[in-house]
């Protein structure tokens, strides 16, 4: 049976990074719905409109849009595969609906893991990362490391819209309300994996890879 995971976390914990790592190296599909729906913002779809209004205001997007959008964008990929969810489910009905989705696919084989790392951390991160605007690599630390432009498309790097200050203490008060119930959620099921957030990427990494049950 293919493994699926979801990896949960506030904004600026790593948790894409980490995502994509796990996809990588067990070779299974990488789901950021952030991505996707940052594509449909790009393009001015309707649905695009809807996720730029509720990033701009510093709020999620709500369950029936969101499971909506992720039920076309699931029936697109192979999910037999097994796949890594990043940045999806966002609150208690989405998870459910996810479970019922793996239910049926005869895909209950989902480990969840969770990183935790303090507002402070969180904050400072975020004032440091950079992402190009041309291809949507992000670049950490770019300003510490004062990087301008992508190394991989001579892009400019620009601080994403929803990472402005103003923006960002609302992205977390929201996350810490509506995904806290999520965290139980799981808990509860006895699925889920806290992850200490806080050391380097390569350090968090290497706690994610023992803790992995394929």
């Known amino acids: 049976m293919a493994s699926n995971f979801i990896i949960l976390g506030p904004p600026g914990s790593g948790k894409g990074t980490q995502a994509k790592k796990l996809a990588q190296k067990l070779g299974l599909v990488y789901f950021g719905t952030g991505d996707l729906m940052r594509a449909e913002i790009e393009k001015q779809t309707a649905l695009g409109k809807e996720f730029q209004k509720a990033i701009n205001q510093g709020q999620l997007v709500n369950d ?3 499971e ?8 697109e990929i192979d999910t037999s595969r097994g796949v890594v969810f990043d940045g999806y489910p966002r609150t208690v009905l989405q998870a459910e609906h996810l479970s019922e989705f793996l ?3 005869g895909l209950d084989n989902l480990q969840v893991f969770n990183l935790v790392v303090k507002t402070k951390s969180l904050i400072e991160r975020i004032q440091k990362r950079r992402i190009c605007q041309n291809c ?5 630390d770019a300003v510490a ?3 301008t432009e992508c190394d991989s498309c001579d892009g400019r790097l620009v601080l994403r819209e929803d990472d402005k200050p103003e923006i960002l ?7 810490e309300k ?4 999520v965290i139980a959620y799981y808990q509860k099921q006895g699925n889920l994996l806290n992850i200490d957030g806080e050391p380097p990427i390569e350090e968090v990494w290497e706690e994610i890879k023992s ?3 394929v």
């Open 103 to 105: 239910r049926k696919k």
């Open 64 to 66: 029936d849009l969101v």
């Open 169 to 175: 203490s609302k992205r977390i008060e929201t996350y």
């Open 68 to 75: 909506k959008f992720v039920d076309q964008k699931l029936s």
């Open 211 to 213: 803790k992995i049950k």
């Open 136 to 140: 949507g690599k992000v670049f950490q």
């Open 145 to 147: 490391e004062g990087k």
């Open 178 to 181: 509506q995904t806290a119930p």
